[in-house]
Protein backbone atom coordinates (compact mmCIF):
# COMPACT_ATOMS: atom_id res chain seq x y z
CA UNK A 1 0.00 0.00 0.00
CA UNK A 2 2.48 2.20 0.77
CA UNK A 3 4.27 1.67 -2.37
CA UNK A 4 0.77 2.67 -3.54
CA UNK A 5 0.91 5.98 -2.26
CA UNK A 6 4.03 6.78 -3.17
CA UNK A 7 3.45 6.23 -6.67
CA UNK A 8 0.55 8.60 -6.87
CA UNK A 9 2.38 11.15 -4.83
CA UNK A 10 5.32 11.03 -7.33
CA UNK A 11 2.71 11.16 -10.32
CA UNK A 12 1.08 14.26 -8.64
CA UNK A 13 4.09 15.87 -8.21
CA UNK A 14 5.67 15.00 -11.50
CA UNK A 15 2.02 16.93 -12.94
CA UNK A 16 2.52 20.04 -10.40
CA UNK A 17 6.00 20.34 -11.67
CA UNK A 18 4.69 19.92 -15.14
CA UNK A 19 2.28 22.88 -14.64
CA UNK A 20 4.19 25.44 -13.22
CA UNK A 21 6.75 24.45 -15.64
CA UNK A 22 3.97 25.58 -18.87
CA UNK A 23 2.90 28.70 -16.81
CA UNK A 24 6.32 30.16 -16.84
CA UNK A 25 6.60 29.33 -20.98
CA UNK A 26 2.48 29.43 -22.26
CA UNK A 27 -0.69 31.48 -21.62
CA UNK A 28 -2.78 30.23 -18.90
CA UNK A 29 -5.03 27.62 -20.17
CA UNK A 30 -7.69 25.75 -17.29
CA UNK A 31 -8.98 21.87 -17.21
CA UNK A 32 -11.10 20.22 -15.20
CA UNK A 33 -10.81 16.66 -14.55
CA UNK A 34 -12.56 13.95 -12.34
CA UNK A 35 -10.77 10.77 -11.80
CA UNK A 36 -13.86 8.71 -10.76
CA UNK A 37 -15.55 9.74 -13.98
CA UNK A 38 -12.86 8.23 -15.91
CA UNK A 39 -12.43 4.92 -14.09
CA UNK A 40 -16.37 4.29 -14.06
CA UNK A 41 -15.62 3.70 -17.68
CA UNK A 42 -12.79 1.70 -16.96
CA UNK A 43 -13.17 -2.43 -18.79
CA UNK A 44 -13.11 -4.79 -16.13
CA UNK A 45 -13.52 -2.49 -12.74
CA UNK A 46 -16.72 -4.05 -11.87
CA UNK A 47 -14.82 -6.90 -10.75
CA UNK A 48 -12.97 -4.30 -7.81
CA UNK A 49 -16.55 -4.49 -6.13
CA UNK A 50 -16.04 -8.31 -6.20
CA UNK A 51 -12.67 -8.73 -5.00
CA UNK A 52 -13.44 -6.47 -2.33
CA UNK A 53 -16.68 -8.83 -0.82
CA UNK A 54 -14.33 -11.34 -1.37
CA UNK A 55 -11.24 -9.81 0.71
CA UNK A 56 -13.90 -8.97 3.05
CA UNK A 57 -15.23 -12.76 3.75
CA UNK A 58 -11.97 -14.32 2.80
CA UNK A 59 -9.34 -12.17 5.13
CA UNK A 60 -11.33 -10.03 7.09
CA UNK A 61 -13.74 -12.21 8.68
CA UNK A 62 -11.36 -14.64 9.71
CA UNK A 63 -8.72 -12.37 11.20
CA UNK A 64 -11.84 -11.09 13.48
CA UNK A 65 -13.56 -14.78 14.10
CA UNK A 66 -9.49 -15.06 15.42
CA UNK A 67 -9.36 -11.77 17.43
CA UNK A 68 -12.50 -13.45 19.03
CA UNK A 69 -11.51 -16.58 19.88
CA UNK A 70 -8.09 -15.13 21.43
CA UNK A 71 -10.08 -12.66 23.67
CA UNK A 72 -12.40 -15.51 24.81
CA UNK A 73 -9.69 -18.02 25.89
CA UNK A 74 -7.33 -15.56 27.16
CA UNK A 75 -10.11 -13.76 29.74
CA UNK A 76 -10.89 -17.70 30.37
CA UNK A 77 -7.79 -18.42 30.90
CA UNK A 78 -7.16 -15.15 33.33
CA UNK A 79 -10.42 -15.62 35.19
CA UNK A 80 -9.10 -18.98 36.01
CA UNK A 81 -5.71 -18.97 37.08
CA UNK A 82 -4.68 -14.91 37.93
CA UNK A 83 -4.96 -15.78 41.32
CA UNK A 84 -1.93 -18.10 41.01
CA UNK A 85 0.04 -15.66 38.48
CA UNK A 86 2.92 -14.11 39.55
CA UNK A 87 2.51 -10.36 39.20
CA UNK A 88 4.74 -9.76 35.72
CA UNK A 89 2.84 -12.92 34.12
CA UNK A 90 -0.70 -11.73 34.96
CA UNK A 91 0.33 -8.16 33.56
CA UNK A 92 1.61 -9.59 30.15
CA UNK A 93 -1.80 -11.23 30.19
CA UNK A 94 -3.80 -8.36 31.28
CA UNK A 95 -1.80 -6.47 28.09
CA UNK A 96 -2.79 -9.40 25.56
CA UNK A 97 -6.34 -9.05 27.02
CA UNK A 98 -6.58 -5.71 26.22
CA UNK A 99 -4.95 -5.58 22.75
CA UNK A 100 -7.64 -8.12 21.73
CA UNK A 101 -10.39 -6.37 23.03
CA UNK A 102 -9.20 -2.93 21.36
CA UNK A 103 -8.92 -4.25 18.45
CA UNK A 104 -12.70 -5.68 18.40
CA UNK A 105 -14.17 -3.08 20.08
CA UNK A 106 -13.00 -0.92 17.26
CA UNK A 107 -13.23 -3.50 14.60
CA UNK A 108 -15.31 -1.21 12.28
CA UNK A 109 -12.98 1.57 12.14
CA UNK A 110 -10.19 -0.98 11.32
CA UNK A 111 -12.12 -3.14 8.66
CA UNK A 112 -12.52 0.02 6.82
CA UNK A 113 -9.16 1.07 6.40
CA UNK A 114 -8.62 -2.12 5.39
CA UNK A 115 -10.80 -2.23 2.65
CA UNK A 116 -9.73 1.11 2.21
CA UNK A 117 -6.03 -0.13 1.62
CA UNK A 118 -7.22 -2.74 -0.57
CA UNK A 119 -9.23 -1.07 -2.88
CA UNK A 120 -6.31 0.98 -3.66
CA UNK A 121 -3.81 -1.45 -4.05
CA UNK A 122 -7.10 -3.01 -6.92
CA UNK A 123 -7.27 0.77 -8.96
CA UNK A 124 -3.90 1.55 -8.71
CA UNK A 125 -3.18 -0.25 -12.42
CA UNK A 126 -5.99 1.37 -13.75
CA UNK A 127 -5.25 4.84 -12.18
CA UNK A 128 -1.56 4.07 -13.48
CA UNK A 129 -3.36 4.44 -17.17
CA UNK A 130 -5.90 7.49 -16.27
CA UNK A 131 -3.04 9.18 -15.17
CA UNK A 132 -0.61 8.65 -17.72
CA UNK A 133 -2.86 9.85 -20.18
CA UNK A 134 -3.70 12.71 -18.55
CA UNK A 135 -0.31 13.54 -17.79
CA UNK A 136 0.28 13.22 -21.65
CA UNK A 137 -3.04 15.58 -22.70
CA UNK A 138 -1.41 18.25 -20.21
CA UNK A 139 1.77 18.35 -22.06
CA UNK A 140 0.82 18.07 -25.74
CA UNK A 141 -2.18 20.53 -24.96
CA UNK A 142 0.03 22.82 -22.71
CA UNK A 143 -2.59 23.05 -19.70
CA UNK A 144 -0.96 25.18 -17.21
CA UNK A 145 -3.75 24.42 -14.68
CA UNK A 146 -6.02 21.24 -13.59
CA UNK A 147 -9.27 21.68 -11.02
CA UNK A 148 -11.23 18.75 -9.55
CA UNK A 149 -14.66 19.23 -11.29
CA UNK A 150 -16.35 19.99 -8.32
CA UNK A 151 -13.79 22.90 -7.18
CA UNK A 152 -14.65 24.82 -10.26
CA UNK A 153 -18.14 25.98 -11.05
CA UNK A 154 -17.51 26.84 -14.82
CA UNK A 155 -15.39 25.96 -17.63
CA UNK A 156 -16.21 25.27 -21.23
CA UNK A 157 -16.88 20.96 -22.23
CA UNK A 158 -13.87 21.21 -23.77
CA UNK A 159 -11.51 21.85 -21.37
CA UNK A 160 -12.95 18.71 -19.30
CA UNK A 161 -10.13 16.22 -19.40
CA UNK A 162 -12.19 13.56 -18.23
CA UNK A 163 -13.69 13.52 -21.90
CA UNK A 164 -10.23 13.70 -23.44
CA UNK A 165 -8.72 11.22 -21.05
CA UNK A 166 -11.71 8.68 -21.90
CA UNK A 167 -10.62 9.11 -25.45
CA UNK A 168 -7.62 8.76 -25.32
CA UNK A 169 -7.50 5.38 -23.60
CA UNK A 170 -10.63 4.34 -25.98
CA UNK A 171 -13.81 4.29 -23.69
CA UNK A 172 -16.44 3.75 -24.42
CA UNK A 173 -18.96 6.62 -23.11
CA UNK A 174 -22.61 5.46 -22.02
CA UNK A 175 -25.21 5.94 -25.35
CA UNK A 176 -27.01 8.83 -23.36
CA UNK A 177 -23.49 10.30 -22.21
CA UNK A 178 -21.92 10.40 -26.40
CA UNK A 179 -24.99 11.56 -27.57
CA UNK A 180 -24.62 14.77 -25.51
CA UNK A 181 -21.18 14.71 -26.42
CA UNK A 182 -21.80 14.78 -30.46
CA UNK A 183 -24.52 17.60 -29.52
CA UNK A 184 -21.72 19.33 -28.01
CA UNK A 185 -19.57 18.65 -31.09
CA UNK A 186 -16.71 17.27 -28.47
CA UNK A 187 -17.30 13.73 -30.35
CA UNK A 188 -17.03 12.98 -34.35
CA UNK A 189 -20.61 12.81 -35.62
CA UNK A 190 -20.44 9.99 -37.83
CA UNK A 191 -21.13 6.74 -36.62
CA UNK A 192 -18.91 4.60 -34.94
CA UNK A 193 -17.16 1.86 -37.66
CA UNK A 194 -19.41 -0.94 -35.11
CA UNK A 195 -22.82 0.61 -35.42
CA UNK A 196 -21.82 2.36 -39.01
CA UNK A 197 -24.37 0.85 -41.99
CA UNK A 198 -22.98 -1.96 -43.98
CA UNK A 199 -22.71 -1.41 -47.41
CA UNK A 200 -25.16 -2.83 -49.58
CA UNK A 201 -23.86 -5.65 -52.18
CA UNK A 202 -24.35 -4.67 -55.74
CA UNK A 203 -26.85 -6.63 -57.77
CA UNK A 204 -25.05 -9.66 -60.03
CA UNK A 205 -24.48 -8.18 -64.06
CA UNK A 206 -24.91 -11.19 -66.35
CA UNK A 207 -21.91 -12.25 -68.36
CA UNK A 208 -21.64 -10.34 -71.49
CA UNK A 209 -21.85 -13.12 -74.40
Known amino acids: MKKCLTGFVVLAAGLILTSKVNAQSSPIKIGTFDEQSVLGLMPGIQKVDTLLQRYVSDSLKPEYDYEMSELMRLDSSYKKDSATMQASTRGIVQKEINQHKYKIVNWQQYQNQMVQQKEEEL???????????????????????????????????????????????????????????????????????????????????????
Open 123 to 209: LYPYKQKVYASLEKIIKEQKYTHVFKGEQLLVAPPSDNLVIKVALDLKLKFPKDVEEQLRAQGLLDSSPSPATAPKPKPKPATAPKP
